[in-house]
């Protein structure tokens, strides 16, 4: 296993490093001061099983780390652990490719579930992001309060058998162009599935369908775990 770690504190590199050692001694590490070195590394090097990502980085605001390591390894997972974690922030980094939000103040022990769920192909989804008093009617808030009105045969019966193989791709990340290439279908038949899917979980985008998938259980009959 390669894991590749991206932060421009010597120290949190060296301790977020020590605890990946921990879950897999023959883990490769490769550690990164900044984005533009890991992809930089790319060019030479293949992708690595998982990227622990800062959320802030010098020459990025807001989840645009995100989005560039997204854009340029959509097949990886990505682990972002910032000392930003107000709801707002967390939803944007899900939405913006991430499947999992740590805490930077996080105890070695929630950093090592987080990144063993990831890496088994699930999300980990903080406590702030399911749904608290920051969070605006477009966010959580909104797709906790639809959950009220679906259940969770409603929505396993209102979605087909291919909208299903959409939505297990969807829970583990994957983005418009590798479902198309993994189902076979287009870009846009695959926007047109994953829309549906939106409808009939009663959400506005990705994020809270994996909040819905977790709250519905969909995600365990789905085969990918979301846990929190």
């Not at 900044?34 to 959320?55: G, H, I, K, T």
């Amino acid at each position: 296993m390669r894991v590749a770690i991206i932060d421009d504190h010597p120290i949190v590199l060296k301790a977020v490093s020590d605890t990946v050692s921990y879950i897999d001694r023959d883990c490769i590490v490769e550690s990164f001061g900044d984005l533009e070195s890991f992809l930089a590394a790319r060019e030479a090097a293949p992708d690595p099983n998982m990227v622990l990502l800062d959320l802030i980085l010098p020459g990025y605001e807001g989840v645009e780390s995100v989005l560039r390591c997204r854009e340029s390894c959509p097949d990886v997972p990505i682990v972002v652990f910032s000392g930003i974690t107000e709801p707002s922030t967390v939803m944007a980094a899900l939405d913006a490719g991430a499947m999992s939000v740590i805490a930077k103040t996080a105890s070695s022990s929630d950093l090592i579930r987080a990144i063993s769920i990831v890496l088994g192909g699930g999300y980990y989804v903080p406590e702030e992001a399911l749904g608290g008093s920051e969070l605006g009617p477009d966010s959580a808030n909104g797709a906790v309060h639809n959950l009220g009105r679906v259940s969770n045969r409603k929505a396993m019966e209102g979605l087909t058998e291919r909208q299903q193989h959409v939505l297990r791709l969807l829970l583990r990340g994957a983005p418009n162009k590798r479902i198309g290439a993994e189902l076979q279908l287009s870009e846009n038949t695959v926007k047109s599935h994953v829309s549906a899917i939106l409808r009939t979980l009663g959400v506005r985008n990705r994020t809270e369908a994996v909040l819905a998938a977790h709250r519905l259980n969909l995600s365990h009959q789905l085969g990918v775990p979301i846990e929190h």
